[in-house]
């Protein structure tokens, strides 16, 4: 299994980005992918996750509004469009994957999630 994100850069506060994270090597095509945040001298947060199969997301209270999960031409391409980003949005973000189907499909429980990206940097700065 691969995950490897794209995307990031730095931005002025209220600016946009966009990442993606394409998913490789699964058996099915239904499956949880998740993004999470690890500022600088913090633990990694989940702030987003959607299921593959049905496209139904989850999102944390502080990006809910400002962050759009969705998914690419192949249903394992996942896109989190980011606006209005704050300096709080600084870090770097990973994408993650489980296939875990007994539990629901959410960014809050980082163990579940048993592949990850690499991570890519994101800075929000004036």
């Known amino acids: 299994v691969q995950l490897v994100e794209s995307g990031g850069g730095e931005v002025q506060p209220g600016g946009s980005l966009r990442l993606s994270c394409e998913a490789s090597?699964?058996?099915?095509?239904?499956?949880?992918m998740g993004w999470f945040r690890q500022a600088p001298g913090k633990e990694r947060k989940g702030i987003a996750a959607?299921?593959?199969?049905?496209?139904?997301?989850y999102y944390t209270d502080d990006v809910k509004g400002r962050f759009t999960l969705s998914q690419g031409n192949a249903k394992t391409t996942l896109i989190l469009q980011m606006n209005n980003l704050k300096r709080e949005d600084t870090g770097t973000y990973y994408c993650?994957?489980?296939?875990?189907?007994?539990?629901?499909?959410?960014?809050?429980?980082?163990?579940?999630?048993?592949?990850w990206g690499q991570g890519t940097q994101v800075t929000v700065s004036s």
């Open positions: 993650a994957a489980h296939e875990d189907r007994d539990v629901p499909c959410a960014a809050d429980t980082p163990p579940l999630f048993a592949s």
């Open positions: 090597g699964y058996t099915s095509s239904n499956f949880c």
């Open positions: 959607l299921y593959t199969g049905s496209g139904i997301t």
